[in-house]
């Protein structure tokens, strides 16, 4: 019996490295966090498997060139990580009090970039791109507005 191989594992291979017992584990850890994950996040999340930070910090990138992936810049927070889904292309609403994040679909970016590149004079084809949304949480507004209510 043939075991399928995780569409993960296969960009791995693909991109010409070998599945470590790091780069599994990686994997499951942001399969189960289902949320994007800082390289903080990683190391606490590790500190009982024995894996030290720089290992970590070669496998992220690894991760990265392999597609499996991909990097999201949360501002005061740092670089996070997330898997990359091609079915489930999505963005981030960050707290910018607690860390908090939540993902939004459609961005509608679609059907802004034909009339970005018609508008540019340099450009003929998008990559990709990149749209986070930075604001305050329910729960850190209730607690602000607790505190405010106190001063007063
Ligand atoms: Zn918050
Ligand atoms: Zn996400
Ligand atoms: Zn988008």
């Known amino acids: 019996m043939v075991l399928q191989e995780s569409i993960y594992d296969a960009r791995i291979r693909d991109a010409g490295y070998k599945i470590t017992c790091a780069r599994s584990l990686l994997v499951d850890m942001f399969k189960q966090a289902n949320r994007p994950l800082s390289l903080n996040d990683l190391i606490k999340r ?31 927070t740092g670089a996070h990580y997330e898997l990359m889904d091609d079915n489930n292309h999505h963005h981030h609403l960050v707290c910018v009090l607690c860390g908090k994040t939540e993902d939004f679909h459609n961005c509608g970016v679609d059907e802004m970039v034909e009339s970005v590149l018609k508008k540019s004079s340099n450009f003929s084809f998008i990559e990709s791109h990149t749209m986070e949304m930075f604001g305050i949480c329910k729960s850190c507004n209730k607690r602000s507005n607790s505190k405010l209510k106190i001063k007063n």
């Open 46 to 76: 590790l500190k009982e498997k024995q894996i030290d930070i720089a290992t970590v910090y070669r496998n992220l990138k690894v991760l990265k060139d392999a597609r499996v992936i991909q990097q999201i810049d949360f501002r005061d």
